[in-house]
């Protein structure tokens, strides 16, 4: 089975989409009689396949157009494959890695005869809800958020008119499949494949804390329990509320230090750093982290932040479960999916800064309620969340769709 996978965000991604795309072909390429091809951006100068590949493994990658953590990127990842698809027409199979990207919207329009089926991890009226919750004035935003309001009309009839070519969907949560059916009228075929991970890049047995400091030496001098938030600096995945609750944290003189990863509109981070008075000495900005280096952060951290106001069915929550971080996320989209509240996890209501700092100030004086959480999650990601059995249950939508 020949696979076009085509990805808008591969490896070095700035977002759960890309990191999906990476978990879900690396063990696809592993199964028997299955040839998979991406299709990516090529997101620098200096994107080699050859360091990728150690990476993915036995996965063939192709890339097109440009890309940065911009809106217009998408316009030309599309575009590029519209002039592939020559080179598309020998493959058993299309996979779209993202509704919103809507990758092949050209060869649908076109009426390419081609297999195909697409994961929903969103639609562009939930992301557009996401932004607007997270901050209500659109000038204040970042430049994907602001386009992402300003064309959502047209964006949201090509999305409709995408979604009607579209006869196989696979979405990652029960609970978005029925907003698929229920508030979209989808009536063809869904299959629910949760998100997963490749466990043996997340083994925190097999990360140590010596190994995961001399990677990052930055941090070899903190001493106090450690709040980790990993994902973009927009104000939908609630960075702004996750500032405003270290400055609880520091009001009320509790110990602890901050690290944020991910790519995003600086100038407005470090502004609000500035705005609410965070010390110094409390947070580190350790700027887009590697995928292969991700799971080290994890291994430093106790706890791991997710006040976003959309996610799905979130992967760094996996991620930071699976290394045994005490996870707080917000509850959005199937977060009650993933995290059991109070059990191996904390929920709490969107956009409720004062309750995060709270929470987090109970995790941070509670080391035993901490591990407590860390390990009972570690077992429920290694139990249900394995990216083999992603691959698998895929490649069998993939044989039915081709049938």
């Avoid at 929920?347 to 309750?355: A, E, K, T």
Wanted: aromatic share 10%; glycine share 4%; charged share 25%.
């Amino acid at each position: 089975m020949r696979i076009a996978f085509l990805a808008p965000e591969y490896y070095n991604a700035w977002g759960g989409v890309g990191i999906y795309s990476i978990h879900l072909t690396r063990e696809l390429a592993r199964l028997q009689d299955t040839e998979v091809h991406v299709f990516t951006p090529d997101i620098d100068d200096n994107y080699k396949k050859e360091k990728i590949n150690k990476f993915v493994g036995n996965v063939k990658i192709h890339t097109m157009s440009k890309a940065k953590d911009s809106f217009v990127y998408n316009l030309k990842f599309q575009l590029g494959i519209a002039k592939n698809q020559k080179k598309l027409k020998h493959f058993d199979i299309i996979h779209s890695a993202n509704l919103v990207h809507m990758p092949d919207i050209f060869l649908k329009l076109l009426g390419t005869k081609i297999p195909s089926v697409v994961t929903a991890h969103t639609t562009i009226t939930g992301q557009v809800s996401g932004f607007l919750r997270g901050n209500k004035n659109p000038l204040k935003m970042a430049p994907s958020e602001k386009w992402s309001i300003a064309l959502y009309p047209i964006i949201r009839f090509l999305e409709w008119v995408y979604m009607k070519k579209t006869s196989n969907m696979i979405t990652v949560s029960n609970k978005f499949k029925s907003i698929l059916k229920k508030d979209y009228g989808f009536t063809k075929k869904i299959d629910v494949i949760p998100n997963a991970i490749n466990l043996s890049n997340y083994d925190y047995d097999s990360i140590s804390i010596k190994e995961a400091l001399a990677k990052f030496p930055e941090l070899k001098k903190i001493n106090k329990p450690i709040i980790f938030y990993a994902g973009r600096l927009i104000s939908q995945k609630g960075i702004d509320l996750l500032i405003r609750s270290l400055k609880k944290l520091d009001d009320s003189n509790v110990g602890y230090h901050c690290i944020v990863a991910g790519r995003g509109d600086l100038k407005r981070f470090y502004r609000l750093i500035k705005q609410n008075k965070i010390a110094k000495d409390n947070i580190t900005y350790l700027g887009h982290i590697d995928n292969k280096d991700l799971a080290k952060v994890y291994r430093i951290a106790d706890i791991f932040a997710l006040p976003s106001y959309y996610e799905n069915f979130p992967i760094s929550l996996l991620e930071a479960m699976s290394m045994e971080c005490a996870c707080i996320a917000a509850d959005s989209g199937a977060v009650d999916e993933i995290i059991k509240h109070e059990k191996d996890g904390i929920i709490i209501p969107q956009g409720d800064f004062s309750m995060l700092a709270e929470k987090l100030k109970i995790l941070i004086k509670d080391k035993e309620l901490r591990k407590e959480f860390a390990k009972k999650a570690r077992k429920k990601i290694i139990a249900n969340h394995s990216a083999k059995v992603m691959a698998k249950k895929t490649r069998e939508v993939y044989k039915r769709v081709i049938s």
